[in-house]
């Protein structure tokens, strides 16, 4: 049976069809309304902001196109965005039709009560029972799902007919998964949430129609004894990988000691392994997600950067979390041609070649300086604003690269945001403030990291990735008082990164600080401590984490 793929350019829909392929399967594109006519099975994945998703199937043809393949009865499945389009409208994009299949709306999530996006792995129970086109939690209670999403259609009676799984996060019980008759939809990405996501994309895929027509044929699909999910959003763990040239020109995998990646008493850069191989074991070991940091990349234009690129687009044929990609994300000019190339063109290469989110470091100083020097207000043509707009603020992760700078009273430092330390400096200071970086921490800038990561909200970002030179390579914890004071400032998530060396440290910094991801690089790549080991950790001391499922 031919399965076909709406892909309307919008995001990382290559983790998909190696997801399809690793399942066995292969993917034909619907490069036409007309092609819609002849698929036999249908995947309509989504990214990013409702609005332009809508408007890019209306003025393509695929909106009318679509409605009528979902009314020939075939099988469909939406993803992510994909799903929210089934809906009459988004809060997100007001004033936009969806295309009215399920009579509700969706609606973005109450941040004055928790954080923005809801970012990670939670729980989708079931609604409904299970059948022959759709099914969840096939280890039962225990599976999670890899959601990330600012918007979402809440569980009430509008939707009680379509709602086939539902999750709760913090005070809001939200649509997981629709079923009806032909169509399956999943708020969550199951070609980013591990073996548990490939197997809800098994189920589909291998549903074959038993009418003759290739038209869905379900009996009586009755409700559940259902009520309301517990909250089971979990602690991620991610394994960041350095990346850059040695001096052989390949690629390998780095880790440096407060940003020197030479080994001591050497000009050799430290080979700690080959990334692509590196992120497989991690995420065979249980790691939530795999972060790419192309270290040198400042220097660079990363679209000549092939290297780079291969290696996302082999990571993603084996990896089934999402990936993060880092380096050069920034409004370029090629010195070869003179030409300007946007920064949203260089995150969408990325983006097509595996990435589901970028990080970006230099620029966000940049655009943070210019934000202030504006007024206070966005213009629009930042990094951050560019991918934001069309990809989503999921799609935008900031890495601060801070250094502390003490002082004797807040009074010395006026235009800084200044906290007290119970590290006392050089000279006893008990004041300090975090001075933002740029280029891998070579340069000091006139920015603190609270007008840093206040500015990048604003202008768009969707999450946070906090280092701390001071603390990297050290192994002697995050550092706390700069995360706890980072989470008071912003509302999106945000991930310590920089001084791991036991698990004690991830326990600490989730119980002592709230932060919403862990990051560590050496101690996992020097095998010094497992993933899995800290996983069972937290579990063990009351931390929700995403346990190992069986592979297929």
Known sequence: MAVYLLDYGAGNVRSLVNAVNRLGYEIKYVESPEDLLKAEKLLFPGVGAFGPAMQRLQTTGYAEALQRYIASGKPFMGICVGMQCLFEGSEESPGIPGLGLIPSTVRKFDATTKVVPHMGWNAAANVRPNNALASLNHEGPESRYYFVHSYAVPYDEKVKDWAFGVTTYKDETFVAAVRKGNVFATQFHPEKSGWAGLKVLRSFLSYTPTDGNGSVVNGIDTALTFAPPKDHLTRRIIACLDVRANDAGDLVVTKGDQYDVREQGSSTVRNLGKPVDLSRAYFESGADEITFLNITAFRDIPLHDLPMLQVLKLASQSVFVPLTIGGGIRNLVDPTTGATIPALQVAGEYFRSGADKVSIGSDAVY?????????????????????????????????????????????????????????????????????????????????????????????????????????????????LELIRDVKKSVRIPVIASSGAGKVEHFGEAFRETDVDAALAAGIFHRQEVPVWEVKRYLEETGHEVRRKEPAL
């Open 367 to 479: 655009a943070a300086e210019q934000y202030y020097a504006n007024g206070a207000v966005g213009f629009g043509e930042t990094a951050i604003e560019q991918i934001a707009r069309v990809y989503g603020s999921q799609a935008v992760v900031v890495s601060v690269d801070p250094r502390r700078v003490y002082v004797a009273s807040p009074a010395d430092a006026p235009t800084h945001h200044v906290i007290p330390t119970a590290y006392p400096g050089p000279n006893g200071e008990e004041f300090c403030w975090y001075q933002c970086t740029v280029k891998g921490g070579r340069e000091g800038r006139d920015l603190d990291v609270y007008q840093l990561v206040t500015a990048s909200e604003a202008l768009g970002a969707g999450e946070i990735l906090l280092n701390c030179m001071d603390k990297d390579g050290t192994n002697s914890g995050y550092d």
